[in-house]
């Protein structure tokens, strides 16, 4: 892509997993990208280095995007170092399982501070700040259709980004830009797997019927084709990407 026509795309929580991922295939794309981080600093300036390094257009920029004055800094930030921001990829997210009886307030007002209102932030700012013709994609997770014992409040951050998604599409008629949702099925991320034995890893593998776990990759491709080209007419909708786990 040339420096006429490059876009300029914020991914948060960019410093590693699928984020990381899906920073490094939109700059194979020819994207421009922020990676937004909350505080893997150490990971987020060194994959900045490997993709400069690839000759790509990359920076990394800190804010916590369950503040709306951080977000607003993050737009501030992206559009100074690389331009005015065309793709809005809302990946940054925390998962953490616990029975509904069991969970504290402070658990139940941090999974919606990051995940729900973490992209009730994004999208308002985006929509003053996001050129015409932009793209925004959000993440949310399969483990809603899953409905799994110990992911209701969590389930409940990300059915709640599916509902923000999906009337905001239709809020910004006019600007043909488009709002999609990829949930993914289990992907094998640090996310995923922190916490969780040998055991419990493998019996997720098998259980989409192509029996393995999702890879970042897998994702990153899905994200990469809702904000390119052959997307266009795609709008309002959830992908679920989980090789069929539901």
């Keep these: ?6 876009k300029v795309a914020i ?3 960019a410093s590693r997993g699928i984020g990381a991922e899906i920073a490094r295939r939109l700059t194979d794309d020819g994207f421009a990208v922020a990676l937004n981080y909350a505080s893997s600093v150490t990971e987020a300036e060194a994959l900045v280095a490997q993709l400069r390094a690839a000759g790509a257009e990359a920076a990394a920029i800190q ?15 992206a559009e100074q170092q690389l331009g005015k921001v065309d793709v809005l990829i809302n990946n940054a ?3 953490k399982t616990t029975p509904l009886a069991q969970t504290s307030d402070e658990l139940y007002e941090q999974t919606f501070g990051i995940n729900t209102r973490g992209t009730f932030n994004t999208l308002r ?3 003053a700040r996001l050129n015409d013709g932009g793209r925004i994609v959000n993440l949310s997770s399969t483990a809603i259709a899953l409905k799994m014992p110990g992911y209701s409040i969590y389930n409940a951050s990300k059915a709640a980004v599916e509902a923000l998604s999906q009337v905001f599409a239709k809020e910004l008629r ?6 999609n949702v990829v949930a993914p099925g289990p992907v094998a991320t640090e996310l995923f797997l922190n916490g969780k034995t040998d055991e419990q890893v493998q019996q997720f593998a098998q259980m989409p019927p192509l029996l393995r776990l999702g890879q970042p990759e897998d994702i990153a491709g899905v994200v990469a084709f809702l ?3 052959d997307a266009g007419w795609i709008n309002g909708q959830v992908l679920r990407a989980n090789g069929g786990i539901a």
């Design 227 to 229: 904000v390119g080209p």
């Design 125 to 127: 700012e985006a929509a």
């Design 63 to 77: 804010a916590n995007v369950a503040d709306p004055a951080e977000v607003t800094r993050l737009f501030d930030l």
């Design 11 to 13: 991914v948060t929580g």
């Design 1 to 6: 892509m040339s420096t006429n026509t490059r």
């Design 174 to 179: 006019g600007r043909n830009i488009t709002v």
């Design 93 to 95: 997210g925390v998962l």
